[in-house]
């Protein structure tokens, strides 16, 4: 039989070894959070010091020439055909400034052998396009130059724009001019449906992205293109003219091709300019 002193003994001994492992449970605890707090601060300073790193070897970057486009502008890409990649067709008048207005409204007026044609062009809308077409009509881009295709069945339009297309008669080249850069398609009418309803005008390009120059379609009746073409503006006023040039038809020329002919009905722009933004 186990004696009182005995019993107190083991007791103690039992009390001790209780303490001692508790104690070795608190020293763990504290070498295990002085090891994490240690590896956060040294996170801290790690990812500082990347930061740090990223700002020194960046800052020229953020020095650089290109500033900023002014409140109420916007950055507008002209890219520059390479001269060994331009046909002819080309009219070199220079590149404009690629620091657009996207503010204001303009007044497009198109003169023609048949009467005026006008437009309402929004710049908040289409400011590199509008920037485009306000640089060319200033260099006389368009003067003496006739609408040179006509799509009288199907999509409806009256195709300008084209440079080359001048004087008497028609070429197998109408068509195939414009300027000596091209641009980036702006204002798609991707949830307009039809996309491009009668008395819109529109850029037309190839069937490359970021091929839009300075050729332009009138829409006199709703049309089922592809919204892939920048809606430049609405016609407010001519509209009889192109839907009388429309009624006589066109010469089949492109029928194997794109569509449509010379219109029998000759449209001659003899002038197109663009007003000053308003509002």
Not at 44 to 57: F, I, Y
Not at 106 to 117: A, K
Not at 144 to 166: F, M, W, Y
Not at 214 to 219: A, D, L, M, N, P
């Amino acid at each position: 039989m186990t004696s009182t002193r005995e019993r107190q003994r083991a007791a103690a001994r039992a009390r001790l070894e209780k303490e001692m492992a508790e104690r070795a449970a608190k020293a763990r605890k504290r070498r295990q959070t002085t090891a994490i707090v240690s590896a956060a601060a040294a996170l801290v300073l790690v990812v500082a010091g990347t930061v740090w790193l990223a700002v020194s070897l960046g800052g020229d970057d953020d020095k650089s020439d290109t500033a900023a486009p002014a409140a109420g502008a916007a950055e507008c890409a002209y890219n520059a055909l390479p001269t060994d990649q331009r046909p002819p067709q080309i009219k070199d008048v220079g590149v404009p400034s690629n620091e657009q207005s996207a503010t204001g409204v303009q007044t497009m007026t198109i003169d023609t052998n048949l009467g005026p044609i006008t437009a309402k062009v929004d710049r908040s809308l289409v400011p590199c396009t509008a920037g485009s077409f306000t640089y060319l009509a200033e260099k006389n881009f368009f003067d003496n130059t006739k609408c040179h295709r006509l799509v009288s069945e199907g999509i409806k339009v009256l195709q300008c724009g084209d440079p080359s297309a001048t004087g008497n008669g028609w070429r197998d080249t109408d068509g195939q001019g414009g300027p000596s850069y091209r641009m980036a398609e702006e204002n798609l009418p991707t949830d307009k449906r039809p996309p491009y309803p009668e008395g819109v005008i529109a850029m037309a390009k190839s069937q490359d992205p970021g091929s839009t120059g300075s050729q332009f379609f009138i829409v006199y009746g709703d049309s089922p293109l592809d919204p892939a073409y920048t809606v430049l503006g609405t016609i407010t006023g001519g509209m009889d003219l192109v839907k009388d040039v429309a009624k006589t038809g066109d010469d089949g020329a492109f029928a194997q091709q794109a569509g449509g002919g010379h219109p029998k009905k000759e449209v001659i722009i003899k002038d197109l300019t663009m007003s000053n933004p308003q509002g």
